[in-house]
Each structure stands twice: as structure tokens, then as C-alpha cells.
């Protein structure tokens, strides 16, 4: 079975600062990797997604994040925070039956002035 | 723009009514899903559809039942609403993949249903 770990419920950074949030997900096949974000009363948006290829992925928004395979990790990361970038991020794993998405249980991510 | 659309986006309704979730999508996605989100914002998968008069079940228990008779509806209804109930529920949809992959799922905008 898949399963998704965020480590982390809550995130605060400055403005300018780095942002890393973190995941590490199990899978018994080659997975599919997602970040997508949740802004307040709004559904999920897609950051972005890993499938094949380079490891490296870059995203909407200034937002990039890398599979690294030995560490069964695929973290987000952005060099600078923008106020406008508070909000919920989820990452998520594709199940290796269908096409069903596993969630992780979030991390909210605050940006201070 | 959003391509899949949830009505309406909140509600409150009394114990014991019948509701109707409406979702809609204009993409002609095949797959849809319902999810249920918690107040501790964690989803949950509660039903998905593969086309149409195709249904099943998700990973949690849910109360609640979908149907699926045309591709671009996939409406999910609780006969009697319950305290319980209260959540977000999150409709979303997927597009097929080259060659079997997969891209992710759009998702609506949510419906935030309170049971008083």
C-alpha cells in the first residue's frame, strides 16, 4: 500500500526566507509524485508532479521540488516566501491500482511580515 | 478557470434532511472522485467513479452514495444528514494518461456542508 508523511502540521517562515516542506512516501511501484495547495474555503491546486524523467521538478509559483529515490523523499522547496504563498500544502502518492491519489495530512505553511 | 465545478459551495442544513452535492465537469474526464476533508484538513477518499454506471466505494466509510448516468455528473447524496457529517467534500476528476500514465486530478472548489 502507498502512504504519504509530511513531516511537519505546521510551517512558519519570514518573508524572504526559504521555504522547505517535507515528504517522504512509501510505494511498492515506481510512484507518482504531487504537491498541491490549498488556499482558505478554496479546493486543491496543482504545484506540481513527478511521473518519470528528471528528478528535479519545476512548478507554478516559483516552486520546485526533487525525487530522491534512496530517501523515498519529494520535498518542496522555494528560495524566497511571498506572504501570498500562506496556505495548506498537501503532497500525495499515486496508488498502484487505478488512478486513486494518496494525501498526506498537510502542513500549513505560515509567512510572518 | 476551474473546469469542474461544485454547487453549492456551502450549506447548512438540518438533521435528518436529504442533501444533494452537485459536481460537474466540462473536461470529459472519465475518472471522478469524492473526498472528505476533516477539520484537521486531512482528505479522505469516500467514492470514485471510473465512467459511467460505474461507482465504488473509497477508503473510508461513508454514509453517503454517488451515481454516475452521465459522464460530466458525478453527484453525491446522503438520504438523512447527520451532525456527523459536517465536512468539506472535494470533488475532483483525472485525465488519462499516455500510455497509462497519470497526470493528477483537477479538483473543484468544495463544498462545505454544516449539519446543525
Known amino acids: 500500500a502507498q502512504s504519504v508523511t509530511q513531516l511537519g502540521s505546521h510551517v512558519s517562515v519570514s518573508e524572504g526566507a526559504l521555504v522547505l516542506l517535507r515528504c517522504n512516501y512509501s510505494?511498492?511501484?515506481?510512484?507518482?509524485l504531487f504537491w498541491y495547495v490549498q488556499y482558505p474555503n478554496q479546493g486543491l491546486q496543482l504545484l506540481l508532479k513527478y511521473t518519470t524523467g528528471a528528478t528535479l521538478v519545476k512548478g507554478i509559483n516559483g516552486f520546485e521540488a526533487e525525487f530522491k529515490k534512496s530517501e523515498t523523499s519529494f520535498h518542496l522547496t522555494k528560495p524566497s516566501a511571498h506572504m501570498s504563498d500562506a496556505a495548506e500544502y498537501f503532497c500525495a502518492v499515486r496508488a498502484s491500482s487505478g488512478d486513486k491519489l494518496t494525501f498526506g495530512t498537510g502542513t500549513r505553511l505560515a509567512v510572518r511580515p | 478557470e476551474a473546469d469542474i465545478y461544485q454547487t453549492p459551495r456551502y450549506l447548512v442544513i438540518g438533521t435528518g434532511k436529504k442533501i444533494t452535492l452537485e459536481c460537474s465537469q466540462t473536461?470529459?474526464?472519465?475518472?471522478m472522485y469524492w473526498y472528505q476533508q476533516d477539520p484537521g484538513m486531512e482528505l479522505h477518499l469516500i467514492h470514485y467513479s471510473y465512467g459511467v454506471n460505474s461507482t465504488e466505494k473509497g477508503d473510508l466509510s461513508s454514509e453517503s452514495t454517488v451515481s454516475r448516468i452521465r459522464t460530466e455528473h458525478f453527484p453525491l447524496t446522503l438520504e438523512s444528514a447527520r451532525p456527523s457529517h459536517t465536512s468539506q467534500y472535494l470533488c475532483?476528476?483525472?485525465?488519462?494518461?499516455?500510455?497509462?500514465?497519470?497526470?493528477?486530478?483537477?479538483f473543484g472548489s468544495g463544498t462545505r456542508l454544516t449539519v446543525v
Open positions: 473536461m470529459g474526464h472519465d475518472k
Open positions: 510505494s511498492s511501484v515506481p510512484p507518482y
Open positions: 475532483a476528476s483525472s485525465a488519462p494518461g499516455v500510455a497509462g500514465g497519470f497526470y493528477g486530478y483537477t
